[in-house]
């Protein structure tokens, strides 16, 4: 078992992949320097298309010079050789035979009968580059299993990029934590200033109406749904019984919004006492059908809310609604409010920035993740294509950086 570093890993790694594929090694060396000396030859041919002694007329051996250097000059492959690179040379020389061939079916027709022998040796050229294309194809195919070696190194080369991504994350959380130990100082002062304005004004009671109106609100619901059904029955029927305008939109308003039918009625709500006794009136004199126990409620729930069963209801929606109308032009439900938007935005920007620190925490678990099983890949590999036990030390770890994420 031999015990690596990654850096002291790739180079071993490099020594065993120049060993193991040194025959391909050898002869891909031989086609990229019969390519390297084929495109010396066409680019020494170009110059001859475009000799100053002969003279061009129409320019046209100029223009197909500068194309065919121009081809050449864009052809590029790696000097390093490799499996992958040698791949890219095949398509290169593709390539460029096609863009040559293709320019040289425009030009060379209309080319002067002085560049016969020119012409020629480009053609003798191309044909040499399309046999080392079949060459190359033949190489690439026999030693195919050189391409799995490579994708060891390129796993290599990402295990060093994960495990030696320390520096980064540490940047990251320093950047987030601050900007967090800031965010918690804004809360702070925000919610002291909040609860000091709480604390020395009346807004405690301004700000229990609502909840109060709430609960009035629930009640005069809880008392009116056992007529809700009778009452829609009743609007929806011509029963004969007149109610007046006030009556009508009573029973209506009563059963969408409750709390502010009645505190906007006046005291002992007549609107919904008459329209209730059009109601009554219907049942009693069978001008609405209902089932008996329907009826029988109906009249009994009536006849408490005309023996003034919702009147304490009334009373405390109109002080509460008094209590509103008094504080309305006052300056602390505009101070309250101010101080319950700042205190909200202090907030959000707190949770912002520490849900920020727990998605590095995140993205560091992951990167955890990934280290160990690229590790584990790469040692089986190796052993696999080398026949050589490899444990990987990772000299840098990610894992004391987890704890700096955690927070309250």
């Known amino acids: 078992m031999t015990n690596l570093t990654v850096e002291q890993l790739q180079k071993w790694y490099r020594n065993q992949l120049k060993k193991k594929s040194a025959?391909?090694?050898?002869?891909?060396?031989?086609?990229?320097?019969?390519?390297?000396?084929a495109l010396q030859d066409v680019e020494e041919m170009a110059k001859a298309f475009d000799d100053e002694e002969i003279e061009d007329t129409d320019g046209i051996a100029s223009r197909f010079a500068l194309k065919v250097k121009e081809i050449v000059s864009d052809f590029y492959v790696d000097n390093e050789i490799t499996y992958e690179g040698t791949e890219a040379m095949q398509s290169e020389i593709q390539r460029f035979i096609q863009e040559l061939w293709g320019a040289g079916s425009r030009w060379i027709k209309r080319l002067d009968k002085r560049y016969k022998t020119t012409i020629k040796s480009l053609d003798v050229a191309m044909k040499e580059l399309s046999k080392e294309v079949k060459k190359i194809g033949k190489l690439l195919y026999d030693f195919s299993w050189v391409k799995d070696l490579e994708r060891i190194g390129g796993r290599i080369t990402t295990l060093h990029d994960l495990s030696f991504s320390k520096e980064i994350f540490e940047e990251q959380i320093q950047t987030v934590r601050s900007k967090i130990e800031s965010a918690e100082k804004e809360y702070n002062v925000s919610k002291k200033a909040y609860d000091d304005f709480t604390e020395t004004s009346n807004v405690a009671e301004l700000l229990s109406l609502d909840e109060q109106a709430e609960h009035v609100s629930s009640l005069l619901k809880m008392k009116m749904n056992p007529l809700k059904k009778q009452v829609k029955k009743f609007l929806q029927r011509d029963t004969g019984v007149r109610v007046g305008p006030a009556g009508q939109?009573?029973?209506?308003?009563?059963?969408?919004?409750?709390?502010?039918?009645?505190?906007?009625?006046?005291?002992?709500?007549?609107?919904?006492?008459?329209?209730?006794?059009?109601?009554?009136?219907?049942?009693?004199?069978?001008?609405?059908?209902?089932?008996?126990?329907?009826?029988?409620r109906a009249i009994e729930e009536v006849k408490v809310i005309q023996n003034g069963g919702l009147q304490d209801l009334q009373n405390q929606a109109k002080d509460i609604e008094d209590k509103r109308h008094t504080y309305a032009g006052s300056d602390v439900y505009r101070q309250s409010e101010?101080?319950?938007?700042?205190?909200?935005?202090?907030?959000?920007?707190?949770?912002?920035?520490?849900?920020?620190?727990?998605?590095?925490?995140?993205?560091?678990?992951?990167?955890?993740?990934?280290?160990?099983?690229?590790?584990?890949?790469?040692?089986?590999?190796?052993?696999?294509s080398f026949t050589a036990k490899v444990s990987i030390q990772l000299e840098v770890s990610l894992e004391p950086l987890v704890a700096l994420c955690t927070v309250e």
């Open 23 to 37: 025959d391909f090694l050898k002869q891909a060396e031989r086609s990229y320097k019969i390519v390297e000396r």
């Open 249 to 296: 939109i009573a029973l209506i308003d009563y059963f969408g919004d409750p709390y502010t039918a009645i505190a906007e009625e006046r005291e002992g709500y007549p609107g919904l006492l008459e329209g209730l006794k059009g109601l009554q009136e219907a049942i009693e004199t069978k001008k609405l059908s209902l089932k008996d126990r329907l009826a029988r």
């Open 338 to 384: 101010e101080l319950e938007a700042s205190l909200s935005e202090a907030k959000k920007n707190l949770d912002y920035h520490k849900n920020d620190l727990r998605r590095i925490g995140d993205d560091l678990q992951r990167q955890i993740g990934k280290v160990d099983e690229f590790k584990i890949r790469i040692e089986t590999e190796i052993l696999e």
